[in-house]
């Protein structure tokens, strides 16, 4: 008997997590958990039960992608030069932030930067070494830290969601973030 619940449950949290994925796609980080219950098949209550609030849901559809990012960091960690390394993962994290609806949402700290956010906490863990190396190569200032790195990247793609072009107008906000605002020389 007890198996079998186990066993419902789990389908109960793959048919909501696939269903979730389908409509934060479409809707973004706002998609109904009402609708996302309904199209699963299961009461609003199964829904937060395994997802107990919007973040949590955000995060576990994001994971995928997250994993990604922090593959990329992994990869990028020791090779060339590590301005441009760490300038590479950040454009990486901007382009899947304004491509893939709801992950800057699921990366957006609450609280504790530190223990509030999985999907941020494993792209700071990755991204640490990172930007150590920039630190140390003088490429980056030493009081940068990932988390601030995260929150701008995330601040950018939240206020472009709604432009006509998000991925333009993120990419020229971030490439002005770093370039700052004083005139080219």
């Given at each position: 008997?007890?198996?079998n619940q186990r066993a419902d449950a789990r389908r109960n949290?793959?048919?909501?997590?696939a269903v979730a994925e389908r409509e934060v796609a479409?809707?973004?980080a706002s998609a109904s958990l009402e609708q996302i219950a309904r199209?699963?098949?299961v009461g609003s209550a199964t829904v937060r039960r395994h997802f107990p609030t919007r973040q949590a849901l955000l995060e576990a559809v994001s994971w995928h992608r997250v994993q990604a990012l922090c593959d990329r960091a992994r990869e990028l960690t020791g090779t060339g030069d590590s301005r441009d390394a760490l300038l590479a993962w950040l454009t990486e994290v901007v382009a899947y932030c304004v491509t893939a609806r709801g992950l800057a949402t699921a990366l957006a700290y609450e609280g504790d930067p530190v223990h509030g956010n999985?999907?941020?906490g494993a792209l700071e863990e990755a991204a640490?070494?990172?930007l150590r190396k920039a630190v140390e190569d003088g490429a980056v200032a030493r009081d940068v830290t990932v988390v601030e790195l995260v929150t701008l990247v995330v601040g950018i793609a939240m206020a472009t969601e709604g432009h006509q072009?998000?991925?333009a107008a993120a990419h020229r906000l971030f490439a002005l973030a770093v370039a700052g605002i004083g005139p080219s020389r």
């Open positions: 008997m007890v198996e949290h793959e048919r909501i997590l479409a809707h973004g199209v699963a098949g999985s999907c941020a640490e070494p990172l072009d998000p991925a």
